[in-house]
């Protein structure tokens, strides 16, 4: 039985998102800005341990409409202060729109050694992680993604068990009766 799950990356245009993506996926990335039309699509299948996993990346600039996920990550560029405002509005529309639970994580893509200390104050506010990655570093960029694994897994968890707890309700009641 294969799983699949689909992982947002949102961020404002020229934040890095598809050099994030590129980088996790294929292992490169190329150093030069080229705009890109959004929303665009990826798929990364891990086959061992079994069961197959697919995780479906969605890179956009903006929340798209009527599509299940189950994790966001919210990448910003700490040199352009403008990014970090965009995740804030992207943050509050996530949570005003979102019906179900989701994994969240704030990414910021630093060259050289630029502070994060915006970037902390808003993930504290929220209540959410912030990792900074180099995309130079793929293991840092890994990291990220290891994390929208793990919310996967526990997401599927939760949809294996809740058949189970239905049931264990319904004995409950029929006991009570």
């Known amino acids: 039985m ?8 949102l961020g404002s245009p020229g934040s890095g998102k598809t050099s ?31 069961p197959s996993s697919t995780l479906e990346i969605v890179e956009s ?3 798209p409409e009527n599509l299940p996920f189950s994790s966001v990550l919210l990448v910003y560029d700490p040199s352009n ?4 405002d965009h995740i804030r509005d992207l943050l509050v529309e996530l949570k005003k729109s979102s019906k179900h639970q ?11 050694k630029e502070s994060v200390a915006s970037g902390i104050k808003l993930a504290n506010e929220y209540h959410l992680k912030l990792i900074s990655t180099d995309i130079k570093n793929r293991l840092t960029v ?5 994390m929208c694994w793990q919310w996967i897994k526990k997401n599927l968890t939760w949809e294996d068990r809740k058949g189970a707890i239905s049931i264990r309700e319904k004995v409950k009641k029929y006991r009570l009766a």
């Open 61 to 63: 600039c903006s929340i």
């Open 2 to 9: 294969a799983s699949s799950s689909t992982c947002l990356v």
């Open 142 to 146: 890994k990291r990220c993604f290891q």
């Open 81 to 84: 202060p403008s990014s970090l």
């Open 20 to 50: 994030f993506i590129t980088r996790y996926l294929y292992s490169f990335h190329t150093p030069t800005y080229f705009p890109s039309q959004h929303p665009k699509h990826y798929r990364y299948t891990l086959s061992y341990p079994p």
């Open 102 to 112: 989701f994994g969240c994580l704030i990414v910021a893509i630093v060259r050289n």
